[in-house]
C-alpha cells in the first residue's frame, strides 16, 4: 500500500470514472454498484476482478481520483495531480506550469493532438496512450454491419427452406446439376463484394483508422473526411498503400463512394449533418453505415432517401432512441440493419484496456 496517495486528475468520461472505482475509497458505493451493474453480463464477479486488480497496483492503489467535469476544473485538479488521464483536454505548456508535482501523462487513446509531448519531455513528464479495445470493435463493428447488407442478410439469415425463401420475397429454385452448379439455389440477387469497392470514412479518428485498415484489408478503396487531412506521419502510421487512402472533401467523398461509414463524435456541430442534401448528394444505391451518434443522420430525410431508394441500405448501432420501439418505421425496410448499441462490446474489451493502463501507470511511477 502506499505510504503517501497517489493523486490522479481525470477527464469526466462515463469509463474512465472506473478509474476511481478501481484506485479511490472515498468513490460512493452508489457508483461501485452501478459498474457492478454495468459489467455484470460479462463478469459476474465485478468485486473479486476489483480485488484482483488492486492487488496488482502496489504503488496505485489506494489513490484520490479527481473526476474533472470540465476545462475550468482542470487547472486546479492538476495542482496537485501525480498523474493526468485525460481524452480531450489538454495538457500543454500552461497545463504544465500549473502542475508542479505531475509525473505521468495518459492520453485515453492513441491520437494525442491535445498533449505537447515536447514540453512534456522537457519537464521530464511521461506521455502514455493507449489503443483501445472497444474502438477497435467498433471498425470490426462496422466492417460486419457491411458485410451483412452487401449478402443481404437481414432478409435471408436462417431462411433455408423454400417455403421461407418464398415468404421473404424471393423465387427459390435448384439449377440443373447435370450441367450446372447449385449455387445461390434460393437466387438471391444484387449481392456485391466489398473487394475493389469505395469506403468513405466520415471522420479519421480513432475508430476511423482502425476501420480504414481492415477495409484496406478487404481490398476496398478508402476516401475519408475531416476537417483537415491527416498528417504524413499519421497516414504512414496506418501502413497501407498509398493508392488504397486519399483524402476528399465531404461531397465528394459522398458522390465517389459505395460504402460512408460515419466515424464522428456526436455533438452540436455534426448532429443533422446528413440531412437531405447530403444523402441526396451519396451515389445512387450506396449504402450508409452509422457506428457513431444516430442524430448525426436526420431521420425524417434517411426515411424519405429510403422509401425512394436512393439509399441502397443503412445500418445504424445505436438507435435513435434507446431501448427502441418494436414498431421504428426504419424496421419496415428490408436493407436496414439495427443492433442495440453492442459495436464496442463486450465488456472485457474495457475491463482488459482499464487493466492495462492502470498497469501501464504502476509500472512508469517505478
Given at each position: 500500500?502506499?505510504?503517501k496517495k497517489t493523486v490522479i486528475a481525470v477527464e469526466d468520461d462515463p469509463f474512465l470514472r472506473l478509474i476511481g472505482?478501481?484506485?479511490d475509497p472515498a468513490t460512493p458505493a452508489e457508483r461501485i454498484a452501478a459498474f457492478s451493474d454495468f459489467f455484470a453480463h460479462d463478469l459476474p464477479d465485478f468485486d473479486g476482478w476489483l480485488r484482483n486488480l488492486r492487488a496488482r497496483l502496489k504503488r496505485l492503489h489506494p489513490a484520490t481520483v479527481h473526476i474533472v467535469e470540465d476545462a475550468a476544473q482542470w487547472p486546479e485538479a492538476l495542482a496537485q495531480a501525480d498523474i493526468a488521464v485525460a481524452e480531450s483536454l489538454p495538457v500543454g505548456a500552461a497545463e504544465l506550469a500549473a502542475a508542479p508535482r505531475l509525473r505521468v501523462v495518459q492520453k485515453f487513446g492513441t491520437i494525442a493532438a491535445g498533449i505537447d509531448a515536447a514540453a512534456c519531455a522537457t519537464r521530464g513528464v511521461k506521455v502514455r496512450t493507449l489503443r483501445r479495445?472497444?474502438?477497435?470493435?467498433?471498425?470490426e463493428h462496422a466492417l460486419m454491419l457491411m458485410l451483412a447488407l452487401a449478402r443481404r442478410l437481414p432478409e435471408t439469415a436462417n431462411r433455408i427452406s423454400i417455403p421461407q425463401l418464398q415468404a421473404a420475397g424471393f423465387h427459390p429454385r435448384t439449377y440443373d446439376r447435370r450441367h450446372t452448379a447449385n449455387s445461390n439455389w434460393?437466387?438471391?440477387?444484387?449481392l456485391s463484394l466489398l473487394h475493389g469497392a469505395t469506403l468513405g470514412i466520415a471522420?479519421?479518428?480513432e475508430i476511423g483508422r482502425e476501420l480504414a485498415q481492415r477495409a484496406a484489408a478487404f481490398g476496398m478503396n478508402i476516401l475519408y473526411y475531416q476537417r483537415r487531412p491527416l498528417p504524413a506521419d499519421a497516414e504512414s502510421a496506418l501502413h497501407l498503400h498509398a493508392s488504397q487512402l486519399h483524402y476528399a472533401d465531404f461531397d465528394t467523398l459522398l458522390e465517389a463512394s459505395d460504402w460512408v461509414v460515419i466515424c464522428l463524435p456526436g455533438n452540436d456541430s455534426t448532429r443533422g449533418l446528413f440531412e437531405a442534401r447530403r444523402l441526396n448528394t451519396m451515389k445512387p444505391g450506396a449504402r450508409l453505415i452509422n457506428i457513431s451518434r444516430a442524430e448525426i443522420v436526420d431521420r425524417a430525410a434517411l426515411i424519405n432517401a429510403l422509401r425512394s431508394g436512393r439509399l441502397g441500405g443503412f445500418a445504424l448501432d445505436p438507435l435513435y432512441e434507446a431501448p427502441g420501439r418494436d414498431d421504428d418505421e426504419l424496421l419496415q425496410f428490408r436493407n436496414v440493419l439495427i443492433t442495440p448499441h453492442l459495436a464496442a462490446q463486450p465488456r472485457f474489451n474495457a475491463l482488459h484496456d482499464f487493466t492495462d493502463l492502470l498497469l501501464g501507470l504502476e509500472e512508469a511511477l517505478a
Open positions: 500500500m502506499n505510504a472505482v478501481i484506485l479495445r472497444a474502438n477497435i470493435a467498433c471498425a434460393a437466387r438471391i440477387p444484387i471522420g479519421m479518428g
